[in-house]
Nanobody
Framework: EVQLQAYGGGLVHPGGFLRLSCAAS????????VAWFRQAPGRKRQGISC????????YYPDRRADRFTISRDSAKKAIYLQISDLQSEDTAVYYC??????????????????WGQGTLVTVSS
């Protein structure tokens, strides 16, 4: 069964940069859509971005693309989320998720069956 592991979080100063990674295992090939979500303390989980098997990105909402960049390396079974100009409101646990569909991207978390364990991003001076 597929397993996802998100990592790369940490403590970052405002204005800083992070690249989060999501590694897939348990499958020989990984040509599926993967989404990133985040959940801040006391808030609902929200969709950030998704990338399908053709490496077409989606951002939720679209303006998220101003500071967030999603990418993938299917050969390495890895999906990345770069975040620039980090702000305090970016503090959250970030999760990657998939439902093993190649082209379906959505910010509806109920669609996704497989989740990584989350990686904490803390933006603070």
């Amino acid at each position: 069964e597929v397993q996802l592991q998100a990592y790369g979080g940490g403590l970052v100063h405002p204005g800083g940069f992070l690249r989060l990674s999501c590694a897939a295992s348990g499958v020989h090939r990984f040509h599926y859509a993967v989404a990133w979500f985040r959940q801040a303390p006391g808030r609902k989980r929200q969709g950030i971005s998704c990338i399908n098997s053709a490496a077409v990105p989606r951002y939720y909402p679209d303006r998220r693309a101003d500071r967030f960049t999603i990418s993938r390396d299917s050969a390495k079974k890895a999906i990345y989320l770069q975040i620039s100009d980090l702000q305090s409101e970016d503090t959250a646990v970030y999760y990657c998720a998939t439902d093993l569909r190649p082209l379906t991207c959505t910010d509806y978390d109920g669609l996704y069956k497989y989740w990584g364990q989350g990686t904490l991003v803390t933006v603070s001076s």
